[in-house]
């Protein structure tokens, strides 16, 4: 039996023009997840533990473009405006994404993005012919949630 594949999607960092608590707050509150990431439709059934959605043990599924793909996810790391990781999975296939927050000295935040598959090996061809796409969707979704955070003041 082969075993699975892990491969890094994006490791990248993405500027945003806003304070490093108004970035936080926005990328890892889940409800706020369909409208700049755009895999998705929305979330269902989003079960917040803590104070606020997005802190750790909080889960939702995804409800995706692609008709019968719902990953499961949750929150795994939460430390407030530093860093925050989720993981995924549906099926044999698990996906972690990873963003940590720097302020800039110029009041805005870079946001350094991380997002690993661990697929099947039998999916290693299909995962190696999209990675690049899948990267290039990552950071275009990251940037949508630049220009959404900033036009709502962070809110």
Do not use: K
Request: charge should be negative; glycine fraction near 8%; hydrophobic fraction near 45%.
């Amino acid at each position: 039996m082969l075993s699975p594949a892990r491969f890094t999607i994006i490791d990248d960092v993405v500027a945003f023009p806003t304070p490093v608590a108004d970035t936080f707050d926005y990328l890892t509150d889940p409800s706020n997840r369909p409208a700049w990431q755009s895999s998705l439709r929305r979330i269902d059934d989003l079960q917040v533990v803590g104070d606020r959605a997005g802190d750790v043990g909080t889960s939702w599924t995804d409800v995706t473009i692609v008709p019968g793909v719902g990953p499961r996810m949750e929150v795994t790391d939460c430390e407030p405006h530093r860093l925050w990781r989720e993981v995924g999975g549906w099926r044999s296939v698990d996906a972690v994404l990873t963003l940590g927050f720097e302020e800039r000295s110029d009041g805005g935040t870079d946001v350094h993005a991380v997002a690993t598959l661990t697929v099947p090996a039998i999916g290693v061809p299909l995962l190696a012919v999209n990675r690049w796409p899948a990267a290039r969707a990552i950071r275009a979704d990251l940037a949508r949630a630049a220009r959404l955070v900033a036009e709502h003041d962070g809110r």
